[in-house]
């Protein structure tokens, strides 16, 4: 029943390592997107796709990757982890691209030591 | 570039009570504005979304109106209940796409 799922909900590792964000949407949405959200709790897009195309890409580290195997998946690889990397990580979806209603997963809480 | 302000960051009133949050663009060109509730430690849940041709939407005891013409959003809660306490966020986009959130609003209702 889940809309928008994410895992792995906690994620610990140290500075240097590389991991990976997996979402996934069984809304037949078109548009995916990854947030990040600050320890002020502020959120800022970071990038989004449309169809497995990348539509958004804000000023993000090169570190951070997200690949798109297919619509319903939105996955974000970060490599060499730096502490001002943790934060929490949302993933969202949208019926289309453009000013529609966004769903948002449970995000993921990336610690990095 | 684009900047959201939610006043006030946080709220606390008794059960019961009825309450207005506020949100504003320095840039009033949003084509529409979504409200989500955030509870701690979890994600975004959608409220309201209001089209760009909506001036508000109603959903039960929330009730949000935009005046695009401003770039000012409200969001009211009538005869609140402990289990409205969370952290309300309102995000519009203005670049294609992109939504642009407020820092929130932080309500705490006392039983």
């Known amino acids: 029943d889940t809309a928008v799922s994410q895992t792995p909900k906690y994620l610990v590792t140290q500075m240097g390592n590389d991991k990976s964000i997996k979402c996934e949407q069984n809304?037949?949405?078109?548009?995916m997107y990854w947030y990040k959200q600050d320890s002020k709790k502020f959120l800022k897009i970071m990038f989004s796709?449309?169809?497995?195309?990348?539509?958004i890409n804000e000023t993000v580290p090169n570190r951070f990757s997200p690949k798109s195997p297919d619509k319903a998946h939105l996955n974000l690889h970060i490599n060499s982890l730096e502490l001002g990397d943790s934060a929490v990580y949302f993933c969202?979806?949208?019926?289309?691209?453009?000013?529609?209603?966004?769903?948002f997963g449970p995000g993921t809480r990336l610690t990095v030591l | 570039k684009q900047e959201v302000t939610q006043i006030p960051a946080a709220l606390s009133v008794p059960e019961g009570e009825n309450l207005v949050l506020n949100c504003s663009f320095t840039d009033s060109a949003i084509y529409n504005l979504q409200w989500f509730r955030q509870d701690p430690g979890k994600g975004l849940t959608s409220l309201l979304l209001i089209q760009s041709s909506q001036r508000e939407q109603t959903s039960g005891r929330l009730n949000a109106s935009l005046d695009k013409s401003s770039g000012r959003s409200t969001l009211y809660i009538a005869a609140s209940q402990p289990g409205d306490s969370a952290t309300y966020l309102c995000?519009?986009?203005?670049?294609?796409?992109?939504?642009?959130f407020g820092s929130g609003t932080k309500l705490n209702v006392k039983p």
């Open positions: 969202a979806s949208s019926h289309r691209a453009g000013y529609n209603e966004q769903f």
């Open positions: 995000a519009g986009p203005l670049d294609f796409n992109k939504f642009y």
């Open positions: 796709y449309n169809n497995k195309e990348l539509i």
């Open positions: 809304l037949g949405h078109d548009t």
